[in-house]
């Protein structure tokens, strides 16, 4: 059997790459992209197959076939997260919450729950805070924090959208609950923008992208509750490729 078919080698959800890129490459562009901020996109990358591997080592009580690409990907993660670290040692500021949320993550995939709504948000509150990562070496000014709050509701509604499509098909109050998130987020992402100066583009921008992902919480899970996983996922790429289009501009 080859490394790349060998079990905890590759992620089998692809979706995930989106949240984990798009919130460093927003946040790398508004500091200024440098050469630091593709080795903190490499460390982050490893950091997550690590992570992928040590859950399905925990979800599978330790079985040996998992430690394989756990000791690979963890001694990588090592060295490029170190690197990274010794070139920029003010991230480790936020290194308390990444621990709080690996030993939460972990302890869910322990019970088998890592797959639960919560494990989903622990990962879109991790993959949020890259963007004020990339910040370094400077403090997130007002509009960084504007950004991962943006990045933060978006995976949020994606997170729960994508429930009411596939996991939990027909549950009308995840469905209810999702759409008040989206209105509720549509409203605070555009005072956001204003508050913070964007350019009246990027909030007329931002106040039509969530209005048609409100429309779409709404109306798809009612109109097409029987469509295919892959046709979600593309939506969810092409939602993510329009917001990372107009935050980039921001």
């Not at 500021?93 to 995939?109: E, K, N, Q, R």
């Amino acid at each position: 059997m080859s490394r790349r078919s060998a079990p905890g080698w590759v992620p089998r959800q692809h979706g995930a790459w989106a949240m984990l890129a798009l919130p460093l490459v927003v946040g790398a562009a508004h500091a200024g992209l440098r050469w630091w901020h593709l080795l903190l996109a490499a460390a982050w990358a490893v950091g997550y197959l690590a992570f992928h591997a040590a859950g399905l080592w925990l979800r599978s009580r330790r079985k040996p076939r998992y430690v394989p690409p756990l000791r690979a990907y963890g001694m990588l993660a090592i060295v490029l997260g170190g690197t990274a670290v010794a070139l920029e040692p003010g991230v480790l500021v936020w290194a308390p919450l990444y621990t709080v949320l690996l030993t939460v993550s972990l302890v869910l995939a322990w019970n088998r729950a890592d797959r639960s709504l919560t494990n989903g948000l622990v990962t879109v509150l991790a993959t949020s805070v890259m963007t004020l990562v990339a910040q370094a070496p400077h403090s997130p000014d007002a509009a960084a924090w504007w950004l991962a709050g943006v990045m933060a509701a978006y995976f949020t509604g994606s997170l729960l959208y994508v429930r009411t499509m596939i996991r939990e098909r027909g549950n009308r109050t995840l469905h209810a609950v999702s759409i008040v998130f989206h209105g509720v987020a549509l409203l605070a992402v555009t005072a956001g923008a204003a508050a913070v100066g964007e350019p009246t583009a990027v909030v007329a921008g931002t106040a039509v992208v969530f209005t048609l992902l409100v429309a779409r919480a709404a109306a798809v899970p009612l109109v097409w509750p029987g469509i295919r996983p892959l046709a979600v996922g593309l939506g969810e790429l092409a939602a993510s490729l329009a917001l990372g289009g107009l935050l980039l501009a921001a």
